[in-house]
């Protein structure tokens, strides 16, 4: 007798990026081509200059020195980038901006990374950005999800997945690692990588 069945009930999950306050960095609009990086109408390309970020952004308030654990790759693939690295490294993130800039010595940022979530898993690691994106993130001037949605991650668990646009690689990664990958829509991603494809 179904009519008699109880009500289930409703349960709404909370998304913490609600809770945050996007404004600072909406006025930044990042579009990723094959062949260079354009941030508020200016093209740039992969190494791009850190003196040319940081007269877009204004000083990161964030610097970390030496050895840093990328976390889309294997423990075996970062201890193998580790030993080729000198301890000149620098990182950088713009915590208001929620923008992170990966540099071998300081000089020339060689991935950029696009915060999307707010920091929420005590795995992040401290050195990204805490803060949201609150910008426009394009590739190929599309919604940058509609560029990644295609791509199947290599393992079912797989914390992000990966595709080439010409010279970049882009990395998104994902804050549920077990979610079935036809349900994951934009909101599922943590932050997209943008790198030179070496």
Known sequence: MGFFRKNEPVIEEHDPAEDYDRTPSQNIAINVA????????????LPIKMEELVQLFGEAEKETFGKVNI??????????????????RANFAWDDLGLYAFTNEGRYAKTLMVRLRPRVDHDDPEHYPTNMFGGTLTINGAHWFEFLKPVKPKYSNSASKGRVLGRHIIYGSFTDRDFKDKKRTDKHYANIQISLNT
Not at 34 to 45: L, R, W
């Open 34 to 45: 094959e062949e260079y990086v354009e941030i508020n109408g200016k093209q740039f390309t």
């Open 71 to 88: 976390e889309y790759l294997t423990q075996e693939d970062n201890d193998m980038i580790n030993r080729s690295v000198s301890e000149q």
